[in-house]
């Protein structure tokens, strides 16, 4: 999703906003401009990547003085990726970045060609720098020109402004978007994420909704609506620059696959008290089992997935009925909710604006809502009853990894807890089971992960595949789902997950000489089942690449082309070793193709539009 960046201090503004951009092009983006204060504003767009903006600036070396800028990387939403739709949009007297959705776009823009504006661009944006521009020839000030606009637009923004009259000032206001401002000695600087303002401060502020922000060399102040000037509190990042680069590693996300086995151990030994899981949340506290009836986790995309392994883990331990589903869907089926219920959010970037509804929409039912979050500060974590932070770290790469297997963790967790409070699990199989997910499990993927060149030499094996499938049951499905998507959205390559009993109700018809596919036995109950389905697709001519134990194998002929075996872990905690496997898979195959791993096309990081 777009990117902003703003700098205001004492040295060049050009070389921090082309550094903030660099860091936030792991969001997605298909175009980006800067508008900075020149001796008026200059405007300097480019569609593609930030090195086409880079090439446009040499020649526009007066730039390189200005002090006072604003940046932004555009992830098409409203026209198509294109110079004239790019940001900043600029008028005679201001220009604007705008991250997320101005929704009432048509009817602002019949408001302003009324008044005698014409359109540069297809973009919901432009109408709000218009509106901005409008309220500023009335009214003359910045501050009741933003307020005036901001009463008028419907959706989601987080806006920087600057205006050619005020030549060190930027202003920026948020309201379901994420904005991030500092201030340090050198300057003020904002910034859509956290990454972009690391290189210059360690604390910074994550301003209220609707809360205008105004930098200046050297401070910030903040503003509400009706002009008086409030606090806002600050935040402190307990991880450093480094950590948000790529140390070596050819993409982040093979560096952050690499992570996992740390980010496991830190999670699990964060959320462990006396050797059993311990939140430290009031409501997770003993009426915890009496009060909720029904688990409803909601998601998107590999939140989810790792929602249906919750979901697993949460029903098999604890006996309570969990429902699974997409954040997108859930408000608008009007989904029954009792008030005993639990609603659980997942969210890597605790900025997905469809997991944000949901949360509201269980809120104003009055549900208790618990979030699971990676970013500290998050709009979800924030705005739930209360949050479960997963410490990953940054996850920089478009495709998800170490979060999911971190979520996996938080939930095994919960499911334990849930399980012991209400006596399905004995205090000393809880303590046994919290020891092998803090050392065994961690330990499991780690020898996967030493496994990579083997896991590489069967990603060979697909790379000219055009559709494959991944079949496997129960959890061994969840954990399909994941491999499935892992695959699709950085090698491009169609493929499906299905639940091996179900292939033969259609989807067999797909099988054909040399048809991929990846085959998942980690489940022992359901393994000669599983194995039905391998014999049925392999009678059709399918190459099958099989993901199991030992154990397993030793048991069944199971037929197949290629085998990889996951390291000997109790069955229950397969899940983690497993996808680390199909997580390396996807990325061997996206990196033998050449494919641009940590930014695949068309797709961002933080899905801030709805
Ligand atoms: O930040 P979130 O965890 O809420 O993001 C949810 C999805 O957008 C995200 O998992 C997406 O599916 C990733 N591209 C998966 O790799």
Redesign the pocket.
């Known amino acids: 999703m777009c990117g902003i960046i703003g700098f205001t201090g004492q040295k060049a503004a050009l070389p921090v906003l082309l550094e903030g951009l660099a860091t936030l092009e792991y969001r997605g983006y298909d175009s980006a401009g800067v508008a900075l204060w020149a001796d008026g504003i200059q405007t300097v767009k480019a569609e593609g990547r930030l090195s086409r903006l880079v090439e446009k600036l040499k020649e526009r070396s007066s730039l390189s003085l200005a002090t006072c800028g604003i940046g932004h990387t555009r992830w098409a939403t409203h026209g198509a990726p294109a110079d004239r739709n790019a940001h900043p949009h600029a008028t005679e007297r201001l220009a604007l970045v705008h991250n997320g959705i101005i929704e009432n776009y048509a009817e602002i823009g019949a408001f302003l060609i009324e008044r005698g504006y014409t359109f540069a661009s297809e973009t919901d944006t432009e109408t709000a720098a218009l509106l901005i521009d409008w309220f500023y020839g009335e009214y003359g000030d910045p501050q009741q020109a933003i307020f005036s606009a901001l009463s008028m637009l419907r959706g989601s923004y987080a806006f920087g402004v600057i205006f050619r009259e005020y030549p060190e000032r930027i202003y920026a206001v948020r309201k379901d978007s994420p904005l991030i401002v500092a201030a340090t000695a050198e300057g003020g600087i904002l910034a859509s994420d956290v990454p972009a303002v690391l290189a210059h401060s360690k604390e910074y502020y994550r301003p209220e909704e609707e809360i205008l922000s105004v930098l200046e060399p050297g401070r910030v102040r903040f503003y509400t609506r009706d002009g008086a000037e409030i606090d806002q509190k600050t935040e402190r990042v307990d991880w450093d620059v480094t950590q948000a680069q790529k140390g070596g590693w050819p993409h982040f996300m093979l560096k952050e696959i690499h992570e996992e086995p740390e980010a496991l151990r830190r999670t699990v030994g964060h959320y462990l008290k006396d050797g059993l899981p311990y939140f430290g949340v009031p409501a997770l506290d003993s009426p915890f089992p009496v009060r909720f009836h029904a688990v409803h986790i909601v ?5 989810m997935h790792a929602g249906l392994i919750g979901r697993h883990v949460i029903e098999k331990w604890a006996r309570l009925p969990v429902s699974v589903e997409v954040a997108s869907e859930f408000r608008y089926r009007d989904p029954i909710l009792c008030k005993n219920d639990l609603v659980i959010l ?4 605790g ?2 604006a469809d ?1 944000l509804a949901a949360l509201r929409h269980a809120k104003a039912k009055g549900i208790y809502t618990l979030a699971i979050v990676n970013v500290v500060g998050s709009s979800v974590a924030r705005e739930a009853d209360s949050v479960l932070y997963t410490p990953a770290g940054p996850e920089i790469a ?3 990894t170490k ?1 999911y297997s971190v979520q996996c963790a938080v939930l095994y967790l919960l499911a334990l807890r849930l399980a012991l409070l209400r006596g399905q699990i004995g205090e000393e199989e809880g303590k046994q089971l919290c020891t092998d997910l803090y050392t065994t499990v961690p330990e499991a993927v780690r020898e996967v992960l030493s496994e990579s060149d083997r896991i590489r030499d069967c990603a060979r094996e697909l790379i000219t595949a055009e559709h494959l499938f991944y079949i496997g049951r129960d959890v061994d499905h969840a954990l399909c789902t994941e491999g499935s ?2 695959l699709k ?1 950085i090698s491009y390559i169609h493929s499906e997950a299905y639940a091996a009993g179900e292939l033969k109700h259609g989807t067999i018809s797909l099988i054909e000489e040399g048809t991929p596919v990846i085959a998942l036995m980690t489940a022992s109950h359901v393994a000669e089942k599983t194995l039905t389905g391998i014999r049925e697709v392999r009678s059709r001519g399918a190459q099958v690449i099989l993901i199991t134990t030992e154990a397993i194998a030793q048991g069944l002929e199971i037929p197949c082309d290629k085998q990889i075996l996951l390291p000997e872990i109790a069955e229950k905690f397969a899940p983690f070793p497993a996808v680390c496997v199909l997580q390396l898979l996807a990325y061997h195959v996206a990196a033998l193709k050449g494919a641009d791993v940590d930014k695949p096309r068309n ?1 961002a990081k ?2 801030t539009v709805e």
């Open positions: 998601a998107c995309g590999t939140a997942l969210s890597q970037s900025e997905t997991t478009v495709a998800s979060a998507l892992k959205e797709l933080s899905v």
